[in-house]
């Protein structure tokens, strides 16, 4: 039997793995544009995570991390912005 929000619990790691290795291409390189894409995916995982959060009536938590994920999204279209 499979987990109720497996789906969203995959995306959550795929986004997490994307960014680490994205991100460490952006520093051994020097792209900006690739470590605005790592801070994007970052902000996704937050997303997943406080939607998992929200599903399972932790909404405090939950909250927390869409506050997170949506500060790092404005971070991330400043900077795109800025480029």
């Known amino acids: 039997m499979r987990h109720p929000f497996e789906k969203i619990i995959r ?3 795929l986004t997490i793995v994307l960014a ?5 291409i952006s520093i051994i390189q020097g792209y900006l544009l690739l470590a ?7 902000a996704i995982s937050f ?3 406080a939607l998992l959060d929200w599903k399972t009536n932790q909404t405090a938590q939950g909250a927390k991390h869409a506050a997170r994920a949506l500060l790092l999204f404005l971070l991330a279209t400043y900077l795109l912005i800025g480029l």
């Open 20 to 24: 680490l290795i994205i991100g460490l």
């Open 11 to 13: 995306i959550e790691l």
């Open 36 to 42: 605005t894409c790592s801070i994007y995916l970052i």
């Open 47 to 49: 997303t997943c995570t």
